[in-house]
């Protein structure tokens, strides 16, 4: 199974604060949403909580929420209570590929795990209390990368960058 994380990140590595996003990039949504559908996404409570309401969970793909609280329940989305029971609750259901959606303690756990980081690079750098792993860029091979520059609907430009691990 593939292991693929999915993020937008500032230059200094900031992905939210007071978890929400700290920037509005529709054309990044969008790529997230169409980059994601139809596959298992795994996340944390905080962040599958700071969805809004009517986005949760998150449409056209099967929710795989981690979290530490024993009694949490979801009617909509699966629970688990680690990211090892969440691999192998998608190993399970045979899926070829699943995308790690964050926060950030999860992407850390992820990490080391993981084949494939599909990374909205942001050209700006954001006051933010929630970051991006540091990854070491030489484990890694950059596959594609495509530029957006501001427009009247980004006030940021940013690259879609995917990369593979070596």
């Not at 200094?12 to 559908?37: E, H, Q, R």
């Not at 790690?100 to 494939?116: E, R």
């Not at 991006?132 to 957006?148: A, L």
Request: aromatic fraction near 12%; charged fraction near 25%; proline fraction near 5%.
């Amino acid at each position: 199974m593939e292991v693929a994380m999915i993020a937008a990140v500032a230059k200094n590595g900031v992905i939210g604060k007071d978890n929400d996003l700290v920037w509005s990039l529709p054309d990044d949504m969008k790529y997230f949403m169409n980059t994601t559908k139809g596959h298992f996404i795994v996340l944390g409570r905080k962040n599958y909580e700071s969805l809004p309401p009517k986005f949760r969970p998150l449409p056209n793909r099967t929710n795989v929420v981690i979290t530490r609280q024993p009694a949490f329940q979801l009617d909509n989305a699966f629970v688990v209570h680690s990211l090892d029971e969440a691999l192998a609750l998608c190993k399970k259901k045979n899926q070829k590929k699943i995308f790690i959606i964050g926060g950030g303690q999860i992407y850390k756990q992820a990490l080391p795990i993981t084949n494939t980081l599909y990374i909205t690079e942001i050209h700006h750098s954001f006051d933010g209390d929630t970051f991006f792993p540091s990854f070491d860029k030489t484990e890694w091979k950059e596959v594609s990368r495509k530029h957006h520059p501001i427009d009247e609907r980004h006030k940021y430009s940013f690259d879609f960058v995917v990369y593979k691990r070596k």
